[in-house]
């Protein structure tokens, strides 16, 4: 058997793996290209939400809508009672003064829906992170994982032609 006859496999073992090792790049770039654009899409959607202003969201700006009109309402009733019956300037503040904690309740809820919401976007951030992380982990493996079967192929067609290219060079 001649040296190219043995090289010819040997050859072709280390064509198809630089090959599928080229292949593989093109793949883990791609990949690679696509969590970034998950994590800036993922970063995006975080900035908005979480440094919005909670008060301008549909929900908070109908409640406080809502609030005011009810008030008003009863402020008013409050100030034509107070004709008719002659309620006291003092009388008078109280009503408001029940307004006004109403108010103060309201934006306390408020408040503390917003730190709940705050806290949501957090978890649903770190876990979108988490999850970007772990595919970069998976993606890293698999770029080692083809890098020593690269590396294995290669040896493993020298070695198995290596003895019988000794004895050709040895006659």
Do not use: C, F, H
């Amino acid at each position: 058997m001649s040296v190219l006859a043995m090289a010819i496999p040997a050859l072709i073992s280390a064509g198809t793996s630089i090959y599928g090792a080229l292949t593989s790049g093109k793949q883990n770039s791609a990949a690679e290209a696509e969590l970034r654009g998950q994590k800036q899409r993922l970063d995006n959607w975080y900035n908005k939400n979480y440094y919005s202003d909670y008060l301008q969201r549909a929900e908070n700006q109908s409640l406080l809508r809502n609030l005011r009109e009810t008030i008003g309402r009863q402020n008013q009733a409050a100030n034509q009672t107070a004709v008719i019956t002659g309620a006291t300037p003092e009388q008078q503040a109280a009503v408001k003064e029940k307004s006004n904690t109403a108010i103060a309740d309201v934006y306390s809820q408020i408040g503390a829906m917003g730190a709940k919401y705050k806290e949501g976007l957090d978890n649903t951030y770190m876990n979108g992170s988490n999850n970007i992380s772990n595919a970069y982990i998976d993606l890293y493996n698999g770029k080692a994982k083809n890098a020593d079967n690269l590396t294995s192929a290669g040896l493993s067609a020298l070695v198995s032609a290596g003895p019988e290219m000794a004895k050709m060079i040895g006659k």
